[in-house]
C-alpha cells in the first residue's frame, strides 16, 4: 500500500522558514518523481514543485520560486520541501506526490495527480 506522510507544517509569521517533510512507503521511491501542491481554504489544489527521481532536476511555480527549495533523500524514502520567507499567501495544506516523470512542465502535476492520497501538513502564515 502506497503511503505519503506529510510533516513539518505550523504556525510562523512572514518571513520565516518551514521544511516540510514527506515520507513515503508503499513504492519504488527512486524510481518516481515526486511533487509538492498546496490548496488554501476555498481555492484550488495548486502544484507547487517537482523533482525528478535522482533530485538533479527541480521545477518551482512562479509564485514560490527563488523562496522554495525541493530536494529529497531516496536512502529514506523522504522527500523535502525548505520554505522561506514565508508570506500569508503560502498558508495552506501541503500535500506530496508522485509521479512516473518529471516534466518541466507545470501543468503536467495536476493532469496527472491521481488524487492525494495523504492529509498534508498545515502551513499557517500570520503575525
Known amino acids: 500500500e502506497v503511503q505519503l506522510v506529510e510533516s513539518g507544517g505550523g504556525l510562523v509569521q512572514p518571513g520565516g522558514s518551514l521544511t516540510l517533510s514527506c515520507v513515503t512507503s508503499g513504492f519504488t521511491f527512486d524510481d518516481y518523481a515526486m511533487a509538492w501542491f498546496r490548496q488554501a481554504p476555498g481555492k484550488e489544489l495548486e502544484w507547487v514543485s517537482a523533482t525528478s527521481w535522482n533530485g538533479y532536476s527541480k521545477f518551482y511555480a512562479d509564485s514560490v520560486k527563488d523562496r522554495f527549495i525541493i530536494s529529497r533523500d531516496n536512502a529514506r524514502n523522504t522527500l523535502f520541501l525548505q520554505m522561506n520567507n514565508l508570506q500569508t499567501h503560502d498558508s495552506a495544506v501541503y500535500y506530496c506526490?508522485?509521479?512516473?516523470?518529471?516534466?518541466?512542465?507545470?501543468?503536467?502535476?495536476?493532469?496527472?495527480?491521481?488524487?492525494?492520497r495523504s492529509r498534508g501538513t498545515q502551513v499557517t502564515v500570520s503575525s
Open positions: 506526490a508522485e509521479f512516473k516523470a518529471f516534466h518541466y512542465d507545470k501543468d503536467y502535476y495536476p493532469a496527472n495527480l491521481g488524487g492525494l
